[in-house]
T-cell receptor
Framework: GNSVTQMEGPVTLSEEAFLTINCTYT??????LFWYVQYPGEGLQLLLK?????DKGSNKGFEATYRKETTSFHLEKGSVQVSDSAVYFC??????????????FGRGTSLIVHP | NAGVTQTPKFQVLKTGQSMTLQCAQD?????MYWYRQDPGMGLRLIYY???????DKGEVPNGYNVSRLNKREFSLRLESAAPSQTSVYFC?????????????FGPGTRLTVL
């Protein structure tokens, strides 16, 4: 079956540091890949996505590249801000039995950015 | 355009009590989902509805029932609450039939069962 593995947190950084959150996946088909962000007390919201190999998703200074050869979709940002403190979820969407696309989520990585 | 709304935001129940969590979306999406979020466990799918009139079990359906009332609304019912059901519950919706479609989440219901 499908699975998503992401690095455990919390990841603690100082403001303006470089961020990498690793994500690898296992899928039987050709999934789409997503990063979602959850700010404290809120629901998840889409941060970026990539739908095929070598695609790069980007948003708000965050980037991730769909690497089929390494089955990875690592999240990066060149200079984090305190406001980026949140929980980040890697996810994939693939065709399930019955014809539905049901997402599979990783366990989430908490990011804490200090001033 | 409110997106996905959930009620209530917070709830405290005693063991054995029942309750229904309500979810509605105004984006004309076909698919709706219920998840629970527990520390260290990420999101786990309870039930989903690929389209109006259909529901299917997810990863952790035991102790829950759902109703897809119409295209907009998808409710989650706990018939006899247990402390193990203490969690944060999220409803989500998405377009159906496209692998690249993202999900849209509600703000969550924080449930405590004593």
């Amino acid at each position: 079956g499908n699975s998503v593995t992401q690095m455990e947190g919390p990841v603690t950084l100082s403001e303006e540091a470089f961020l990498t959150i690793n994500c690898t996946y296992t899928a039987t088909g050709y999934p789409s890949l997503f990063w979602y962000v959850q700010y404290p007390g809120e629901g998840l919201q889409l941060l970026l996505k990539a739908t095929k190999a070598d695609d790069k998703g980007s948003n708000k200074g965050f980037e991730a590249t769909y690497r089929k050869e390494t089955t990875s979709f690592h999240l990066e940002k060149g200079s984090v801000q305190v406001s980026d403190s949140a929980v980040y979820f890697c996810a994939l969407s693939d065709l399930r039995a019955g014809g539905s696309y049901i997402p599979t989520f990783g366990r989430g990585t908490s990011l804490i950015v200090h001033p | 355009n409110a997106g996905v709304t959930q009620t209530p935001k917070f709830q405290v129940l005693k063991t054995g009590q029942s309750m229904t969590l309500q979810c509605a979306q105004d984006m004309n999406h076909n698919s709706m989902y219920w998840y629970r979020q527990d520390p260290g466990m990420g999101l786990r799918l309870i039930y989903y509805s690929a389209s109006e009139g259909t529901t299917d079990k997810g990863e952790v359906p035991n102790g829950y029932n759902v109703s897809r009332l119409n295209k907009r609304e998808f409710s989650l019912r706990l018939e006899s609450a247990a402390p193990s059901q203490t969690s944060v519950y999220f409803c989500a919706s998405s377009e159906e039939g496209h692998f690249y479609n993202e999900q849209f989440f509600g703000p969550g219901t924080r449930l405590t069962v004593l």
